[in-house]
């Protein structure tokens, strides 16, 4: 049971888990808010790039139709009945993950935080948020099909623990300059 519930929520996350690890590997270039401030402070940073966003939502969209192409194995190795993505709902997880993170940027700036600035409990569940709205707004047959109450507890408690390890991970492997 708990297995299960574990093994979904994770399955179904996946899509929006990696959006931001890709971002942080493929980002570079014209900044989103193309260099614009807004009340002195720019609108969203240098940290917000077209061409992470690009990479994040795309990686994110690819990861889940190759977990649709693996999904029956692992369920079947698990005893679990995993949950399998209609194209919308891996490209709403992925683009809502992208924008959840943004719009954490775009309210760390307006409170006077700058790029790489930490926002405890903002850095942990924008992009969850971002994720399950707009998989919401994309699938919702999908959405209410999977992300029952139980999945969603378990999600808005495992995602912050997962993102802290991963987090660090980068930072201790060079690839982020701070550990959130
Ligand atoms: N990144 C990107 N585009 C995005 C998100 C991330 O290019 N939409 C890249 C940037 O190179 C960014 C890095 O991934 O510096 C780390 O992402 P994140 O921690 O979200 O950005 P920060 O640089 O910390 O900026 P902010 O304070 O705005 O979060
Ligand atoms: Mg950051």
């Given amino acids: ?13 996946l899509p929006a888990y990696v959006p931001n690890n890709a971002a942080v590997l493929a980002g570079g270039g014209r900044p ?3 260099g614009r401030t807004w009340g002195g402070r720019r609108v969203l ?12 939502t795309l ?3 690819l990861l889940a139709v190759a977990l649709n192409a693996v999904g029956p194995a692992v369920s079947g190795a698990l005893g679990v009945s ?7 709902a891996g490209f709403g997880l992925a683009l809502g ?3 959840g993170d943004i719009g954490a940027s775009f309210l760390k700036r307006r409170s006077g935080r700058e790029r790489g600035a930490a926002f405890p409990g903002l850095d942990q569940l924008d992009f969850v948020v ?10 919702p047959g999908w959405f209410s099909a999977t992300f029952t109450l139980p999945v969603l507890a378990v999600v808005l408690v495992m995602t912050p623990v997962l993102h802290v390890v991963t987090n660090v991970g980068a930072y201790l492997l060079g690839l982020k300059n701070e550990p959130w």
């Fill in 45 to 56: 940073g240098d940290g917000k790039t077209w061409r992470g966003t690009a990479a994040g």
């Fill in 32 to 34: 989103i808010d193309g």
């Fill in 82 to 88: 995993l949950p399998t993505f209609p194209l919308a």
């Fill in 130 to 139: 971002g994720a399950l709205v707009l998989a919401l707004v994309a699938a």
């Fill in 1 to 13: 049971m708990v297995v299960s519930l574990v093994a979904t929520a994770f399955w179904a996350m």
């Fill in 97 to 99: 993950a992208m924008l």
């Fill in 59 to 61: 990686a994110g969209t």
